[in-house]
């Protein structure tokens, strides 16, 4: 392999003039003395904050770092395919700005790519600064969707990684728009390998992931990747269909043997006529949203529109 290659990091952002002159400030001593050449890629999300500002006075000065910025908010997801989309190296590195991937796993993952793995992912062994219940989610999801999907996504790794340049030009190929990054590079295939890391606290500012945008991802991977929630409400609709038709046969029963106890009873009924009523609500629910994703693909739209590309070209 080229001890000469090149790599780009991307750093998909929104709203970190905190924590962007840190992270630039690692990714520069991570890279100071190694024999790659490090493009900076940062991907600006939208920002309502400084960071741009700060960012293009740090391009005065350091021609590796490169600026991608798009017309408005379209997500972290969208802001990753953005940067590797635009990213001009040999492999790529995806890390967020709130620096809890620690940017000097990097090296950890560049030494597995120089032994010829093209996707090298980084599994969180513990994570810091997070509270019980987004530690839980995260858990739980992972597991769920390793039982339920049709792609083999390693636990507890996030999207800090490194991807080779064939697996980048593989998924430029892959434009769904609801996209669950994690499970594409996994999908894709390629040589794969993991590298453990203890992440660590968000060094300044608040989340942008809190709980509500945690459980969209992962209902966006879990339906990108599996189609078992409908099987499953196809299975309830039988169950409840079987069960139906067993009291049905019930009341029929009763009504031959002039039993007086069908008067009796109504609670029941209502409560089945009730669950009956939400399971059809539910699995309605899941029509709506198949169909709507469905709806949003035929657009054909553009997964993101960039304002503002190579700055400093």
């Not at 630039?24 to 024999?35: C, D, H, I, N, T």
């Not at 090296?107 to 010829?116: C, F, N, V, Y």
């Amino acid at each position: 392999m080229n001890t000469q290659a090149k790599i780009s990091i991307v750093v998909p952002f929104l709203n970190e003039e905190e924590n962007l002159p840190e992270l630039y400030r690692r990714l520069s001593a991570v890279f100071s003395g190694r024999s790659e050449t490090a493009e900076f890629l940062f991907v600006d999300d939208g920002s309502t904050d400084g960071s741009f500002q700060w960012l293009e006075k740090t391009q005065l000065n350091d021609p590796r770092v490169r600026i991608l910025q798009l017309s408005r908010n379209f997500g972290h997801q969208i802001a990753i395919t953005a940067g590797m989309d635009y990213a001009e190296a040999d492999a790529v590195v995806i890390i967020d700005a709130d620096l809890q991937d620690p940017p000097e796993v990097i090296a950890d993952l560049i030494a597995k790519w120089r032994e010829g793995f093209e996707v090298v992912y980084a599994v969180r062994r513990s994570r810091e600064g997070e509270t019980w219940l987004k530690k839980f989610l995260a858990s739980s999801f992972y597991r769920i969707f390793h039982q339920m999907a049709k792609v083999n996504v390693p636990m507890d790794a996030g999207d800090f990684r490194l991807v080779d340049r064939k697996v980048i030009d593989a998924l430029k190929e892959v434009r769904e728009l609801h996209r669950f990054m994690r499970g594409l590079t996994c999908w894709v295939g390629f040589r794969q390998c993991a590298v453990e890391y203890d992440r660590a606290a968000r060094h300044a500012g608040e989340t942008k992931y809190p709980v509500w945008k945690s459980l969209k991802l992962a209902w966006d991977g879990i339906t990108s990747f599996s189609g078992k929630p409908l099987q499953w409400m196809m299975n309830l609709g039988l169950l409840v269909a079987l069960v139906s038709a067993l009291l049905a046969f019930r009341i029929i029963w009763m009504k031959l043997s002039g039993n007086g106890e069908l008067v009796s009873g109504w609670a029941s009924l209502s409560v089945l006529v009730l669950f009956l009523g939400g399971v059809q609500l539910i699995a309605l629910g899941l029509l709506g949203q198949c169909i709507s994703r469905i709806f949003d693909e035929s657009k054909k739209r553009p997964l993101y529109i960039v304002r503002n590309s190579g700055v400093n070209a």
